[in-house]
């Protein structure tokens, strides 16, 4: 079955530092994958998306890479803040369905 | 624009007891899912519906759970009888029909609670 791993250990970094957020996978080809935040006692807010076909995709402070030979995507926030602190979950997309993982909590501290 | 809505915001029964969630997805969204969401998990896929056809019911429990979709808007999602083991969140969402996308709008969940 298919199995997704995000760092099950919070995140912890200073403010203004790069956040790197990890996001693996097994026996699952994604047509594409989606990041989303979740603050507590919210639902998840869809943040980016990158196909199979892409590698790099940025918005604003974000970036998202996609290793299909990996099978690894890598989720960044540069210039980090309090703000980004949340729990950052990957979700993995096809055939009209979307698998998503436990989630990455991060903390930045001021 | 409006976003998903949902209700109650929480719930707390006794096992046994029957339970219903509502949610009003954004005007103009064929598809709403019901999620459910254990403590330090993820949203696991109860169902799909496209307008009001459920397409993916797969991971629903039929014994216990039912869900209905009335005019391909707003859709109800009922436990019968609840068990200790259905706490959790109830998370509705919502997309649009994009060819190779599946970005979905959630709303804030309902938090239950079985005693």
């Known amino acids: 079955s298919q199995k997704i791993e995000q760092n099950s250990e919070a995140l912890n970094i200073q403010e203004g530092k790069t956040a790197t957020l990890t996001c693996n996978y097994t026996n699952y080809s994604p047509a594409y994958l989606q990041w989303y935040r979740q603050d507590p006692g919210r639902g998840p807010v869809f943040l980016l998306l990158?196909?199979?076909?892409?590698k790099e995709k940025r918005k604003e402070r974000l970036k998202v890479t996609f290793d299909t030979t990996l099978k690894q995507s890598l989720f960044h926030i540069t210039a980090s803040q309090p703000a980004d602190s949340a729990t950052y979950l990957c979700a993995l997309g096809g055939y009209n369905k979307l698998i998503f993982g436990a989630g990455t909590r991060l903390a930045v501290h001021p | 624009e409006a976003g998903v809505v949902q209700s109650p915001r929480y719930k707390i029964i006794e096992k046994k007891q029957p339970v219903a969630f509502w949610c009003n997805p954004i005007s103009g969204h064929n598809t709403l899912y019901w999620y459910r969401q254990n403590l330090g998990q993820g949203p696991e896929l109860l169902i799909r519906y496209e307008n009001e056809e459920a397409v993916d019911d797969s991971q629903l429990p039929k014994d216990r759970f039912s869900a209905e979709r009335l005019k391909g808007v707003d859709s109800t999602l009922k436990i019968q009888p609840a068990e200790l083991g259905d706490s959790a969140v109830y998370l509705c969402?919502?997309?649009?029909?994009?060819?190779?996308?599946?970005?979905?709008?959630f709303g804030p969940g309902t938090r239950l609670t079985v005693l």
């Open positions: 969402a919502s997309s649009l029909e994009e060819r190779g996308t599946d970005t979905q709008y």
């Open positions: 990158i196909r199979e076909n892409e």
